[in-house]
């Protein structure tokens, strides 16, 4: 079976910029979190959707929004981006809300 | 916030050797789960151990759980140079509103096993 995937794997944007970050959880799960992940740092948590609702959020400003579509896969958005976007961004996918969360490889985003 | 923290910050073995790396965390938990991250990449899971459990085994790793005192640990025995990576504590809390599911990462112990 495949795993969580996510898109693009790179992505380097400039200051105010907008970005759209793609997630495909596991088959299956219906649970989608997304996590920043600063160099040097544990992940930090910023939503989490299941069946396609916001059940949780956390410390990050409302420039980021996310949703998930009724396939289960999610997009994170990030409007008036700024240098301390910069970061690899995270998408966990699990059956249910407090079962083992899979990690997808992350989309690593450069804001100059 | 940072709820789980992990020490050592850094830990550097022979091949061979046992690896300890422990956590803690400040809330009651529904689960605390340890991950593992190869330079920068996803993060691949370990073991998932519940509140109401207290040592879980998986090949050559044993996790330990004390939710009296906060803390969990990892033990990696018989290490090996592909075990060098990060290693992450992650804890899923109960909260007021129901179980949300999220998880609250430590900033990790770096490991690394000489060969």
């Known amino acids: 079976d495949a795993g969580v995937t996510q898109s693009p794997t790179h992505l380097i944007k400039t200051r105010g910029q907008h970005v759209t970050l793609r997630c495909s959880p596991i088959s299956g799960h219906k649970s989608v979190s997304w996590y920043q992940q600063v160099l040097g740092q544990g992940p930090q948590f910023i939503f989490q959707y299941y069946e396609k609702e916001e059940r949780g959020r956390g410390n990050f400003p409302d420039r980021f929004s996310a949703r998930q579509f009724p396939n289960y896969s999610s997009e994170l958005n990030v409007n008036a981006l700024l240098l301390g976007d910069s970061a690899l961004y995270l998408c966990?996918?699990?059956?249910?809300?407090?079962?083992?969360?899979?990690f997808g490889p992350g989309t690593r985003l450069l804001v100059l | 916030s940072q709820q789980g923290e992990e020490d050592p910050q850094a830990l550097s073995i022979q091949e061979g050797e046992n690896a300890t790396m422990n956590c803690s965390y400040k809330t009651s938990i529904n689960n605390l789960q340890w991950y593992r991250q190869n330079s920068g990449r996803g993060l691949v899971h370990l073991i998932l151990i519940r509140s109401n459990e207290r040592e879980k085994h998986s090949g050559r790793l044993r996790v330990t759980l004390d939710t009296s005192k906060k803390s969990s640990s990892l033990l990696i025995t018989a290490s090996r140079a592909a075990d060098t990576a990060s290693y992450f504590c992650a804890t899923d809390p109960t909260s007021n509103s129901g179980n949300t599911g999220k998880l609250i990462f430590g900033q990790g112990t770096t490991l690394q096993v000489k060969p």
């Open positions: 966990a996918s699990s059956f249910a809300q407090q079962e083992t969360q899979y």
